[in-house]
């Protein structure tokens, strides 16, 4: 019982991502519809159910551990989670405890999540454009963002940014963003828009900026020299030579990044999934809520672990959204 969760492609299992709150004070219109029905509260696990479903996975070998929502920072008491997590950080079963958060928060949360043993945040951050930002949020508040971009760095966090790459909208901002970073010493991951959710009239097709392209347009300007280096997550990382600056590529779309994927994601009900771009998953509540024994809901992850997917389906190449999922991103966490 006490082996590591090991896939059935021989991956280790080494980082969970969990949501804890499909709600956002954000309306991002690659991530959310306007017009959004959260779940009824009562169908979230309490913070107490997370702390007991996250220390199993712990147990289990998991060594990093990825906050997420919606906007985590948006649940209430989120910080009482955050300080009973950091035992397992003192106890060195795991190695980090971090979040991705859109930033409207962190002015308040900053020093306390450095407390609680948070050392790195990423920031969701599209547009350093104040009207581009209103219109891909929705709700706008670019300045109150900022401000938490400073809060986080006064408490000594670090700080990437994660901008979604969208055709027509920030394309325009590639160096403008990367230099900004390299001014405030922060790393930059473009991601591209994957096909999650039902988005309203946005055109997902009409939204996709390959990172190719990205790439190739930013060797235009700088000297890009491949890394090894791994987080543990899907990017792919060059160094600019003239700014030393670190860029991630995360490529779902043009370049695959199944075959080393290490983690798995937990929603805010307790589903979960072993596929960012598949629909199967699994429930983890019932086994959480049967009974106060954790045999059960260590079956469960070993289970659903055992059913892990090679990979995604996520293809744009024919011209058409093919590899859709239902749901979501902020039901499945960022």
Known sequence: MNSPLVDPFQRAIRYLRVSVTDRCDFRCVYCMSENMTFLPKKELLTLEELDRLCSAFVRLGVEKLRITGGEPLV??????FFHAMSRHLDSGALK???????GSQLERFATDLAAAGVRRVNVSLDTLDEAKFARVTRWGRLPQVLRGLDAAQAAGLRV???AVALKDFNDDELLTLTRFCAERDMDLTWIEVMPM????NEDRLGQYWSLGDLRARLAERYTLTDLPESTGGPARYVRLEETGQKIGFITPLSHN???????VRVTCTGEIYTCLG????????APLRACEADAPLEDAIRAAIAL???GHDFDYSRQTVDGRVSRHMSHTGG
């Open 257 to 263: 990044f199944c075959e080393s994927c290490n983690r």
């Open 75 to 80: 649940r209430r008491e989120i910080m009482t």
């Open 160 to 162: 990437k940014l994660n």
């Open 96 to 102: 980090e405890l971090t979040l991705t958060t859109n």
């Open 278 to 285: 598949q629909e199967g998953h699994a429930d983890l509540r």
């Open 308 to 310: 892990k997917p090679r």
């Open 197 to 200: 959710g039902d988005i309203g």
